[in-house]
């Protein structure tokens, strides 16, 4: 009885707090909240869709639809996975920001690029972060390879490379690609979301194009009490081996 009135006390904070945030101009804990509530209930429609393709499977008598039903199951549980990796963290505390990443960019690969002949390598050097700012890098990473996928390969595929370094008490983050974008990306929604995380993080966002590819490098204190100049950038570094 104690718990399941503790559960609704919780729930009914919960609802009272997303109320707040939809009622006025939402701060950056109300955006956290309601970003929190919605990749909940995405993951909760995965959930759905998942058990709704399997019972179809089972009940079906051809093989071939059941290899189907089976391939489109393997699909919603990766893009799931890229879901839960996504999750706001409940509590703000220090984690180890590689091996988060590197969680996040395997759940990427196999949920967007294996079908697409798209590659995709993580380099990481010994992190740890805040958690609250270590999921923003995660949403803006998993953005800016989103739009490589879109706009820097054809059918040929090609590798995406994602980069984690430290210098001192900064942290920088590239993303960069081997694709033949034929210009730079016009600033759009995705771009837009990047840059607006990346300001939360106190930091800062650079694009380059080159011929051997295009890279986006992000910029920030690893702590919320030091501001970053901005990334030095080098073109040739842009290539990917």
């Known amino acids: 009885m104690v718990l399941r009135n503790r559960t609704r006390a919780d729930a009914a904070r919960k609802e009272a707090s997303l109320a707040k945030a939809l009622a006025g101009e939402p701060t950056t804990h109300d955006r956290d909240l309601l970003?929190?509530?919605?990749?909940?209930?995405?993951?909760?429609?995965?959930?759905?869709?998942?058990?709704?393709?399997?019972?179809?499977?089972?009940?079906?008598?051809?093989?071939?639809?059941?290899?189907?039903?089976?391939?489109?199951?393997?699909?919603?549980?990766?893009?799931?996975?890229?879901?839960?990796?996504?999750?706001?963290?409940?509590?703000?505390?220090?984690?180890?920001?590689?091996?988060?990443?590197?969680?996040?960019c395997e759940a990427i690969s196999r949920a967007k690029l294996a079908d697409k002949g798209i590659g995709l390598a993580f380099v990481d050097r010994p992190l740890r972060m805040d958690s609250t700012r270590c999921w923003r890098l995660g949403l803006a990473v998993c953005e800016l390879i989103t739009n490589a996928v879109r706009h820097a390969f054809g059918d040929a595929g090609g590798v995406i490379r994602v980069e984690l370094a430290t210098s001192g008490p900064l942290v920088e983050c590239r993303v960069s690609?081997?694709?033949?974008?034929?210009?730079?990306?016009?600033?759009?929604?995705?771009?837009?979301?990047?840059?607006?995380?990346?300001?939360?993080?106190?930091?800062?966002?650079?694009?380059?194009?080159?011929?051997?590819?295009?890279?986006a490098v992000l910029a920030f204190a690893r702590h919320d009490s030091v501001t970053p100049d901005k990334p030095a950038i080098d073109i040739s570094a842009v290539a990917l081996h």
């Open 35 to 104: 970003l929190a509530e919605l990749l909940h209930r995405v993951n909760n429609e995965f959930t759905s869709a998942v058990s709704v393709v399997s019972r179809a499977a089972a009940r079906s008598g051809s093989d071939e639809v059941k290899t189907t039903l089976a391939a489109v199951s393997e699909r919603l549980l990766a893009y799931a996975e890229v879901n839960r990796a996504l999750q706001v963290p409940s509590h703000s505390v220090e984690i180890d920001a590689a091996a988060y990443l590197r969680k996040l």
């Open 177 to 215: 690609d081997n694709g033949h974008a034929a210009m730079p990306a016009r600033p759009g929604r995705g771009l837009a979301i990047v840059e607006s995380l990346v300001r939360t993080l106190g930091g800062s966002v650079e694009y380059v194009m080159g011929e051997r590819g295009s890279a």
